[in-house]
């Protein structure tokens, strides 16, 4: 696969859990993603950090928390989530966001969560 | 709100046929245009991205661009069984982040 790796592949939590999905990115990138994918839903964009600065954060609720401790390394904390919120979720990386140059972002595995 | 549309299908193409695959979008200022494949739980993986008006062809596969109808399309030419996958067209701003379309599914039948 990809140069983007993601843990675990597979959660299942109940409401009251905090958990946290891991992404590492080994492909020298400066930006990362987290994404987030319904069933007969677009990929929605949930946050974008950029040299380790989030700079997009799309109406996301506070139960999702982001966490971006270098380039290489984002994770993604979950707290008190709703049954809504099982979906999979994918983080991806990208060389430079939004830098008017082609944003060719490489995607990993993805967690697939669900929330009881 | 900046819209990518897709049709969701599924299109079904016998094995050996050209499959055509169409998105188009709603911001005239998009730049960047972008094909991921995305295989039944699996994550999305980029095919091809083009940014000029024409055809950009690799392989089996050609993207063509036309900014004027905001219309991309992607053709797969001798399609196989291995082809058949969810494909999300993409689209960027000049300095904006990726929108995505649903995605169409493509089924090439043996």
């Known amino acids: 696969e990809t140069g983007v790796t993601q843990t675990p592949r597979h959660l299942v939590m109940g409401m009251t859990n905090k958990k946290s999905l891991k992404c590492e990115q080994h492909l020298g990138h400066n930006a990362m993603y987290w994404y987030k994918q319904s069933a007969k839903k677009p990929l929605e964009l949930m946050f974008v950090y950029s040299l380790e600065e989030r700079v997009e954060n799309n109406s996301v609720p506070s139960r999702f928390s982001p966490e971006c401790p270098n380039s290489s390394h984002l994770f993604l904390h979950l707290h008190t989530l709703q049954p809504e919120d099982s979906a999979l979720y994918l983080c991806?990386?990208?060389?430079?966001?939004?830098?008017?140059?082609?944003?060719?972002?490489?995607f990993g595995p993805g967690t697939r969560l669900t929330v009881l | 709100q900046k819209e990518v549309e897709q049709n969701s299908g599924p299109l079904s193409v016998p094995e050996g046929a050209i499959a055509s695959l169409n998105c188009t979008y709603s911001d005239r200022g998009s730049q960047s245009f972008f094909w991921y494949r995305q295989y039944s739980g699996k994550s999305p993986e980029l095919i091809m991205f083009i940014y000029s008006n024409g055809d950009k062809e690799d392989g089996r596969f050609t993207a063509q661009l036309n900014k004027a109808s905001q219309y991309v399309s992607l053709l797969i030419r001798d399609s196989q069984p291995s082809d058949s996958a969810t494909y999300l067209c993409?689209?960027?701003?000049?300095?904006?982040?990726?929108?995505f379309g649903k995605g169409t599914k493509l089924t090439v039948n043996p």
């Open positions: 993409a689209v960027q701003g000049g300095s904006e982040k990726l929108v």
């Open positions: 991806a990386s990208s060389r430079l966001p939004w830098s008017g140059d082609t944003d060719t972002q490489y």
